[in-house]
């Protein structure tokens, strides 16, 4: 055995990295790489900040001949002194003294997760994430994610919005039962939640004017597309005392404005390493009526007519004849007909158009936001027009009998934003441990 090593005193391979030669320092972290050649070996030592190259000599390191049972991903202590490094590279290197094992990797790895000149596809490395996730590209998304998340925060906070928490079960969806996880609640039928929409309307009521949540939201779609999976993250919001639909698109384009220079200025590091840029986006973003939308994609050889509903395919188009006519990467497709799908029970109605819209970015739908339908006859005429009955809403309709403010919201699937963002192919890629119709585990 080696001896113990006292892991207060440890530093991160970052630190290290930029410490004066002759300093002493603890190390601890996944060996990526070692190498016994005769009378020396190295390692590679990685941990959340980086990597770190260790030197072994016999004269300096008493265990010399135990490195060759250490394996790659074993976990590890080391103490040793910073010394300048010969690689071509530069930098430091630490010359060990001493080396703790923490926990021996068993051979051969499931998954090749750090290149070594074998692809791993992504459904094995799904399987076997707890070895994916170290990759250090793979854990930028995660670290480039929290930063969104943390600038969402930032903002809603500074322009007075609570941040609420709200039950996850819900005993009628917001959107129709399709795609509603059911199950047991104690003998009553219950659901999980496919987003926060009727908790956050509930709380106009309650006079909280400006919330938001972030949390999870289920949707049983049996898609096995690259931009769905069964459960997500969503940022819920909703606010109180508006005059129209564009309070709320006003917002939300300033909110991604900020999320994506918070990015930008908080990720070089992960940036970088990913080879990523985040574009600026310009504000006011386009609003294109959805009439408009149609002639463009007509325009550009798509066969739809007007009043149909456009779906991914031709968003991508229509994202890219958007930045061509109006040179911006967002914009807001405005005035859908009634009758569409998009147009829920709970949104306002103008006429023959719903007061909402969808958030375009990059190619791809972020969000829906519209002003909702606060008066109470209103609302029960609207859940009948789109098919389903006012009784199974009660809980619901009940919040707007007794005085209910002009309000309006949005949902924004964070995974998404990340994915749009990066643009990152598949939105499995930017879900610790994503779910879809085939996947339960890990």
Known sequence: MFSMIKLSDRVSTEIAQNEKPGKQVVLAGWVQDIKVLGKLAFAKIRDREGDIQVVFFPDKFKKFNDLKKITRESVVSIKGTVQKSKLKAGGNEILATELDESSIAQTPLPIEFLGKGIETDLSKRLDARYLDLRNPKTAAIFKIKEKAIIAIREFLSKDGFIEVITSKFSGAG?????????????????????????????????????????????????????????????????????DSEDDIFKLEENLLKYVLDYVRKNCKKELSLLEKEIPILKIPVPRVTHEEAIKLLQKAGIKIKQGEDIGTAEEKVLGK????????????????????????????????????????????????????EHRYDMLVKQIIEKGYSPKNFKPYLDTFRFGMPSHGGFGWGIDRLVQQMLQ????????????????LNP
């Open 174 to 242: 917001a959107e129709g039962g399709a795609t509603m996880f059911e199950f047991n609640y104690f003998g009553q039928k219950a659901y999980l939640n496919q987003s926060q929409q009727l908790y956050k309307q509930a709380m106009m009521a309650c006079g909280f004017e400006k919330i938001y949540e972030i949390g999870p939201s289920f949707r049983a779609e049996k898609s096995h597309t690259q931009r769905h999976v069964t459960e997500f993250t969503q940022l819920d919001l909703e606010m109180s005392f508006i």
């Open 321 to 372: 004849e958007v930045e061509k006519k109006y040179k911006n990467k967002a914009f807001f497709i405005t005035k859908f007909p009634w009758k569409l799908e998009v147009c829920k029970f709970y949104w306002m109605r103008d006429g023959k158009y719903g007061r909402g819209g969808d958030f375009e970015f990059m190619g791809q739908e972020l969000t829906t936001g519209a002003q909702r």
């Open 424 to 439: 990152i192919d598949n939105i499995r890629e930017v879900v610790l441990f994503p779910r879809d119709p085939d996947r």
